[in-house]
């Protein structure tokens, strides 16, 4: 039972849809929320592991429930980064693929032309994608989004971590006539609960992990200790040993993930780098350009470490430990994901041995010396 979409309720066009996108047999999250949003539809807080296809467990439900032949904005889904708001209404788009009535789904983020977003949303638009910032700007040029029914938050702790509080308050506030809120991601913090007390209703449904059960079961833990001089000979050997794997290498700041990006084209190594310095034009190339397998190694600030799907990723190696925990579960999950195996590489220095055994005991994991 309910081992396929059909039994889950989703109706035969998505079904071809994830079909051509080579999606078959539910995860266990989109077995369980599937058929409870599509049925009962109420506010939800969805716990998965990364890479567990939560965009489809969310997408599925909202592309069922908007109404195709009114002209407004039904559905609302925030994200915390551009590049994951992109990706979002990409997977969506092609969700519909075979759908008689077209669903128009538009995406607002910052750094792209407003004007542009702005003539776009005049059009007949059933779902938004979009940004904390950019969608407050675009509500003081007078979006309105009154009609929105389902509003859903992916990453929302990231949003909160990243100081969106006010703007989130706002858009429930400017949202209160909707049915429901639902909530996804891998980690939740503790400051999501006073949001969650004011905007969502105390009989939400909950989807919860067990914290050691969090970080994705598909990907193997190592880790190597490096004097900081060292750390680039490492990742150089390493890649060198590496055919035609793909990976991506996560640097603590800016400026460290440019001079990273250097040392390696240096080195002769096919890259592409992204972080918040760069023109929207040279994130999106950077972003596309990694897709397309035209760079073999992607170099990111974190950034590109939440919900970041780019299918193959053998490995990740994180230069340093990140600063807070939970960036350690999503920096790793952007490899495993889809139920493919992957590899994650922290180099640390000799002090910061303690940080491993951390990781280890909150997250439930084991570490193995490269
Ligand atoms: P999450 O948001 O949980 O990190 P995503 O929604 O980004 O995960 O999905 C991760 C990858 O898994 C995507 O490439 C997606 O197409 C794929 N995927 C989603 N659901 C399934 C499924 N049921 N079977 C196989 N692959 C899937
Ligand atoms: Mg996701």
Redesign the pocket.
Known sequence: MLDDFSSLGVHSDFISG?DA???????P??KEAIPMLLQDGGDLIAQ??????????FGIPLLTKVDPTSPLIQGLIMAPTRELAK?ISK?LFRFTKYCQDKTFIEVATGGDKIDLQTQRLSRPTHILVATPGRLMDLIKKGLVLDAVKFLVL?EADEMLSMGFQAELDQIFKLTAKREATWL?S?TFQKKLHLLTQHHMSSQAHRLKVDPTQIVNRNIDHYYAICAREEKDTFIINYLNKQASSRGLIFCRTRAGSIRMSEILAEAGFSVAVIHGDLSQRDRDKAMRGFRKERSQFLIATDVAAR?I?I?GLSFIIQHQLPDAMQYYTHRS?RTG???KRGVSITLIEPEERRQIKKLEESLGLNFTLA
């Open positions: 994830l996108l080579g999606i078959q047999k539910p995860t999250i989109q998965a592991q990364t890479g567990t296809g939560k965009t489809a467990a990706q997977a992916d996804f891998a919900g799907d299918s999950g994901r889809a139920g």
